[in-house]
């Protein structure tokens, strides 16, 4: 990333589309300027102006099996008088206010038709009781080709650690301490319908203050366990 004023020929790059289904996909690209606003298209139509410090927006609607190409512009804002001036100039955009950079792109296609949906705004927070964590997400509405929802199931670093059996079901509480020595570092929803489940839906990741808490509710789970079996061992040695 590039800081500076000179920076209004440079645009985004490393353009990426992620976490792709059969109707969405997770674009994602590294700005040239952190005061950018940024403008996404697809197949050449705008779907959507990000506001400066985001990197990532989720297209939907997509059309399964299908070809796309996406391109991130940088568009920054100028001053009127700067405007003014370059009216006329060759390169320069005529709309007062704002000037468009180059732009990067990416070709993707989306998956063929059958598997549901992962769902998405997925959020995680610290859960009611200590030790726990509470995620939670939008549900998916639309049915799929191979029926209706019928659940998520909640994955930790690609473990399952619980289902929801509710099509409506739009959040998980985790017991961190209940995943043993599993120490994870995201987590990723998928939708079921039936006998099929989603791709993952886009991860997560767990905040560290909430695994270290997992850390220490380990360590002293496993210092209780052993402080019960010596004690259980002296009670037999008395015995005898």
């Known amino acids: 990333m590039i800081i500076g004023r000179d920076t209004a020929h440079l645009g985004p790059s490393a353009v990426r589309a992620s976490h792709i289904t059969c109707s969405s996909a997770v674009i994602s690209w590294l700005p040239a300027n952190s005061n950018h606003q940024h403008v996404v298209c697809v197949n050449n139509v705008e779907v959507r102006t990000v506001k400066p410090g985001m990197y990532r927006h989720t297209i939907t609607g997509l059309a399964p099996s299908t070809q796309y190409r996406v391109t991130v512009r940088a568009k920054h804002l100028r001053a009127v008088g700067q405007h003014a001036a370059n009216v006329g100039q060759p390169g320069i955009a005529g709309r007062p206010g704002q000037e468009e950079a180059p732009g990067a792109y990416a070709d993707f296609r989306t998956l063929t038709k059958g598997l549901p949906d992962p769902p998405q705004e997925i959020q995680l927070e610290a859960g009611p009781q200590d030790g726990t964590i509470l995620v939670t997400w939008q549900p998916v509405n639309r049915p799929t080709s191979t029926g209706p929802v019928?659940?998520?199931?909640?994955?930790?670093?690609?473990?399952?650690?619980?289902?929801?059996?509710?099509?409506?079901?739009?959040?998980a509480l985790i017991d961190i301490g209940k995943l043993g020595v599993f120490n994870p570092r995201a987590v990723t929803i998928r939708t079921k319908s039936r006998d099929s489940q989603s791709a993952d839906s886009a991860p997560i990741l767990i905040p560290s203050k909430y695994r270290i808490k997992y850390k220490t509710l380990i360590n002293d789970r496993e210092l209780h366990k052993t402080a019960y079996k010596l004690n259980k061992q002296t009670i037999t040695v008395q015995a005898e």
């Open 150 to 171: 019928t659940g998520y199931a909640v994955y930790a670093d690609g473990k399952k650690v619980t289902d929801i059996n509710s099509p409506t079901g739009d959040h």
